[in-house]
């Protein structure tokens, strides 16, 4: 017998059991193993009924994602499912943890299915750019129909016990020790005289087509650019409009297509480097963790307001700090409207926003942080202001204690220095707004101890975010590669293209917003602010001033003052092309004796992506980020690079290096500009026609 399926007989009923740590995924061995441990079953005469159950935490979690791509081994999970239905025994699947994907398709082909009240079942193929490819589209349907097949598929997320219950997915949910209730259940099914019931030969009612076009439309919008959804549409459709065998025969052609799209497998990228970024070189579970059961946060603006939102969500007390207690009754007024407003859509009861509220304090003096375990600063960014905070805490703060700072641009080294224990300094910069984005750059000094490191990563997943951990320098991964390509976005407008041309290139690339909408959202006076700085501290350096400063001037700060790049009607955040800076770009390139040219559509998207790859290999030659695919997760939960592009160096990867190096390489030559100086490693990797994703 195989060493991940076995086979037992209690009583009555035999049980097949599913043991493959850690989420019992269908690999080749498990899939073989099942239909193995069946024919046992069924050749067992004392097996009245026979039951497939997972060992250890779960369920059988879906196939094993880590086979896809790799040539495909008999038996296949389709056909196992099916093998299964073809059982001459009455089959019962008894589910704990998560039943996903290929494992809740392995309940359908079940006769009856028993669940744990805490267990959950759901096919997330979509997220994964595929559809359920071992007969869910075809089953699913037939049990609870169409539209709510559809709906389920496509949103992808795992559904609870109860509701699948009311859905007529789960037959009996149960509470206490799964196998002894499962077994019980089962004896009554056979004592009963329980009919077989195979999900295959229930009918499934035809829907109009209005109802897929209908449903196809309404997720247009969010869906964009991904293919999977529309394929789970289409798969779903097929159930409605053709036999069982025909059905699954469509089903497979969507798979197989799916499966071999580049969405796919940026998709797949993206689920195992959400699970990467976490896990730190040189750090492991051994690694010790310091107890984080209070957090104190200097500020109480909308920065440090939104991240104690994270600590209080997740049950974990905030003690915020200010200077005036005007400024924390505001600050702690908006976190309640915040949370108000959620409860309002209803996200979150009444009770638990009181508590949440009850586990904030507030205070007007650093001596009270003297028994928090770690402090976060987001007071303006200024090194003399931070400095003074650091001298403070280090001052007030007990032994033990993280001190950590919300720079966006500062440097963490410097910051450590003026504390006595460097070592317990870490940048945790939250990106705004911070109780929304879920990406945290945990930004690691020379100093920065592994025990700090360990905590704030595994702190990071406590409160919801996605912590990638970075190193010191300007702007660190995120903002850094950004600047970059907000400079090109400028560059190509002073040359002749207009702001709505390069923000629609970008946008149909499949990002949120272009670099110009994304300005106005973030306000133009934050970058015309910091240059006027440097332009005071620093004049002979300092960048100088152009269209994007004099609309600044004018106090055309973006949407918030109704118009920036673009204008805005009232309560209409569209960007419209504004003639106000139209005449601000006309005069600057006057100005400098600017001959302006047509920009073509695919000159602004390799100047502002290929900058960006540029600079995200510097970034990994300097060692800022330890692997492209931290690069990868910062720019998607950052700043919401489309998943199904898998990431910037991942994308890159597609592209192709020597593509991308001898466009780098022309710009530099045509421009000087540093920026185009090919990064040693992008030069490298092209020569040698490798890849990031081999580093
Ligand atoms: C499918 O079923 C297709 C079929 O319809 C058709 C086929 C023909 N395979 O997330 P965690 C690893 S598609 C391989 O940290 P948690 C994971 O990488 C599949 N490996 O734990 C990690 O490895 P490591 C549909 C998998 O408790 C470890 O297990 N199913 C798979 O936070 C622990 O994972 C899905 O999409 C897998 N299927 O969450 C479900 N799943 O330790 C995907 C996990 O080396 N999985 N691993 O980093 C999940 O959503 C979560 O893992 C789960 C547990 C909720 C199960």
């Known amino acids: ?147 709510a097949a559809m709906q389920a598929i496509v949103e992808g997320k795992p559904m609870k016990a109860a509701k699948l219950k009311d859905m007529g997915v789960i037959d009996e949910v149960v509470s206490g020790d799964l196998k002894a209730e499962a077994i019980a259940y089962a004896e009554k099914l056979v004592a009963d005289g329980a009919p077989r019931r195979k999900v295959s030969e229930l009918s499934v009612e035809k829907e109009s087509d209005n109802v897929f076009s209908e449903f196809e439309q309404s997720i247009a919008r969010k869906k964009r650019g991904f293919l999977a959804p529309f394929h789970c549409i289409k798969a779903v459709q097929a159930a409605t409009e053709l036999d069982f065998a025909a059905g699954m025969k469509r089903e497979r052609e969507l798979f197989t297509e799916l499966l071999n799209s580049p969405e796919s ?45 994270n600590f209080l969500s997740a049950g974990i007390p905030v003690k915020m700090l200010e200077m005036k207690q005007e400024a924390l009754d505001k600050g702690v007024a908006l976190i309640r409207k915040n949370y108000e407003a959620t409860a309002k859509k209803g996200r979150m009861t009444s009770d638990q926003v009181e508590k949440c509220m009850s586990l904030i304090s507030t205070s007007l003096s650093y001596d009270d942080l003297s028994d928090v375990d770690l402090v976060i600063e987001a007071v303006f960014e200024n090194m003399k202001v931070k400095k003074q905070v650091f001298g403070e805490l280090d001052r007030v703060c007990k032994d033990g204690a993280i001190l950590a700072t919300n720079t966006s641009t500062l440097d963490v080294n410097e910051i450590a220095q003026s504390t006595n224990r460097p070592e317990d300094v870490i940048g945790m910069h939250f990106f705004s707004p911070a109780n929304v984005m879920k990406l945290l750059e945990n930004v690691r000094g020379e100093a920065t101890s592994d025990e700090v490191i360990a905590t704030v990563m595994d702190l990071s997943k406590r409160i919801g975010k996605v912590g990638v951990l970075v190193g010191v320098c300007n702007g660190f991964v995120g903002n850094r590669i950004l600047h970059k390509r907000q400079a090109q976005a400028v560059k190509l407008v002073n040359e002749g293209a207009t702001p709505s041309q390069v923000d629609k290139v970008l946008f149909d690339f499949g990002l949120p917003m272009g670099p110009f909408a994304m300005a106005d959202l973030a306000g133009l006076d934050v970058g015309w602010r910091i240059r006027e700085g440097l332009r005071e501290d620093d004049p002979e350096n300092a960048p100088e001033r152009d269209w994007m400063d004099a609309l600044a001037e004018q106090e055309r700060w973006g949407q918030k003052t109704g118009g920036g790049v673009f204008d805005y009607a009232e309560g209409d955040r569209t960007p419209r092309p504004s003639d106000t800076a139209m005449a601000e770009i006309e005069k600057y390139r006057k100005e400098k004796g600017i001959e302006t040219r047509e920009v073509s559509d695919q000159e602004i998207l390799e100047r502002c992506l290929y900058v960006m790859v540029n600079e995200g290999a510097k970034i ?53 500009d540093p920026v185009w100086q090919p990064s040693a490693l992008l030069e490298k990797l092209a020569s040698e026609g490798r890849k990031f994703g081999d580093l």
């Open 265 to 309: 497998a940026a998709q797949r990228h993206v689920f195992f480097a959400e699970r990467e970024v976490g896990k730190v070189p040189g750090i492991s579970k051994e690694t010790p963790k310091r107890d984080i059961k209070q957090v104190g946060i200097i500020g109480a603006g909308t920065m440090g307001g939104g991240i104690a939102m």
């Open 1 to 147: 017998m195989s060493e991940v399926v076995s086979y037992e007989r209690d009583g009555d009923i035999g049980v097949i059991t599913v043991d493959n740590p850690p989420v019992n995924a269908l690999g080749h061995a498990v899939r073989q193993g099942i239909v193995d441990a069946l024919d046992k079953g069924l050749a067992d005469d004392g097996a009245k009924a026979l039951m497939i159950i997972g060992g250890g935490r779960t369920f059988p979690a879906g196939a094993d994602i880590r086979e896809f791509g790799k040539p495909p081994q008999e038996p296949s999970l389709p056909d196992v499912v099916q093998v299964l239905e073809n059982s001459d025994k009455l089959l019962i699947a008894a589910v704990h943890g998560t039943a996903l994907g290929g494992g809740m398709e392995i309940t359908l082909g079940c006769d009856y299915r028993v669940a744990l009240d805490s267990a959950k079942m759901g096919l997330p193929e979509v997220n994964l750019g595929l559809l359920p490819g071992a007969g869910g589209t075809q089953r699913l349907p037939r049990l609870i129909g169409a539209k």
């Open 620 to 672: 990994l030659e300097e060692g800022i980020a330890m692997r492209p695919l931290d690069v990868d997760i910062v720019w998607i939960y950052g700043y919401g690079f489309p998943v199904y592009r898998g990431g910037l160096m991942f994308w890159a990867d597609q592209v192709g290096l020597d593509k991308i190096h001898a466009k780098v390489k022309q710009f530099y030559d045509e421009s000087g």
